[in-house]
């Protein structure tokens, strides 16, 4: 991408993403109910119920509304932190996809719905994160093939005490 006839053509390109860009959110839907929030810790007590202590990070519930673009969906789940020490959410990736982030759904100061990037996330000791509608939530691009309601797809988290942890997301239907 260096020659100058390249930068005619990155336009219309552009405008696509805005416009997928869109289109999923409106899938993430705005579902003000349920917005990103940080929730104290449950008493609870995890243990046994995953059978990996090396970490203390646990993630749960994750699921994938079936996309509206085939190629771009959100997942959304709950990260815990049973452990006595903070971590962060530093990367995250699929086999079944080409890029992986992690997003907050926003309302930009023109009252428009975004989002924007939610690097290096902290994830309190003793907290729960929920990824839900509205809020947080892993997005997907570049899906490797076209999913279906009860089709799974794979998400690996990386986080910078607990490392990696591979979760199953499955497609349900939307919310609306
Ligand atoms: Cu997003």
Redo the contacts with the bound molecule.
Sequence with gaps: MTAAASTRRLRPVALLMVGLAVG??AS?GDDAASTDSQVSATDSPAAGVDGDRAGSIVVEDATMDLPANPEIG?VHLIIRNDGDQDDRLVGASSPDADHVSV?RSVVDPEGRAT?EPADDLRIAAGSEVMFGHGGL?V?IDGLHRELAVGDTITVVLTFEHAGERAVTAEVVEPQS
């Design positions: 999923s959110l993430c959100a997003h989002m939530h997005m």
